[in-house]
């Protein structure tokens, strides 16, 4: 199962490789390149960096990226790359890929960055890989228009938000599993063998 990272460019993917990696008979690769990056069996937008650059990145791929996602390609969104399936974020210019309707909004706390561990309600993400308490480090949120697709839930202060979200098999995660201990872990690897060809 070839597993492709798409490299935004923006920092260390090294841990989310690594996890990818212990998934059995998974040959993960980084690609730089948007088109490029389609010739795989599972797409992963990894969760360093910011909208607007990373948007920027996509661009000259968005197209093509948005109709591989709606004709079966099997992704895996963490964080920012979790923001970049849907329209648009106020963190920077740009657009994202659209496969969610919504917007991308700074969290309404006091406190943010929001960093640390939190819990995930009614995750209901990947089947067999129920998460409790994952790892967060963000300040922006995706507001999902179609309820139907936010398979959990977290809340930050007052500010309840997607902690993820799915359609088919593309399946987008706010927090980091990469960073989530054995649980996390297990929660990417089970999504990978559900998705394999």
Not at 31 to 51: R, S
Not at 117 to 125: I, R
Request: proline share 5%; with cysteine; charged share 20%.
């Amino acid at each position: 199962m070839r597993v492709t990272l798409f490299d935004y460019g923006a920092g260390n993917i090294h841990s989310l490789a690594k996890a990818l990696a212990t998934t059995a008979g998974a040959e993960v690769r980084v690609q730089t390149d948007p088109v490029k990056a389609l010739d795989t069996d599972v797409l992963v937008l990894p969760g360093v960096g910011a909208f607007g650059a990373a948007a920027a990145r996509l661009e000259p791929g968005r197209e093509q990226m948005r109709q591989a996602l709606q004709a079966g390609l099997p992704c895996l969104g963490i964080c920012l790359g979790m923001q970049l399936l849907f329209e648009a974020s106020d963190e920077g210019e740009g657009r994202g890929l659209g496969v969610f309707k919504g917007r991308v909004t700074r969290l309404r706390a006091k406190h943010v960055p929001h960093i640390g561990w939190n819990s995930v309600e009614e995750d209901a993400a990947v089947p067999g890989a129920k998460l409790d308490t994952v790892y967060y480090a963000h300040s922006f949120v995706c507001r999902a228009e179609e309820p139907g697709v936010v398979a959990g839930w977290t809340t930050h202060e007052e500010d309840r938000f997607p902690a993820s979200v799915r359609r088919g098999k593309v399946l987008g995660v706010q927090f980091h599993p990469e960073k989530s201990s054995a649980a996390g872990v297990r929660f990417v690897q089970a999504f990978l063998r559900e998705v394999a060809p």
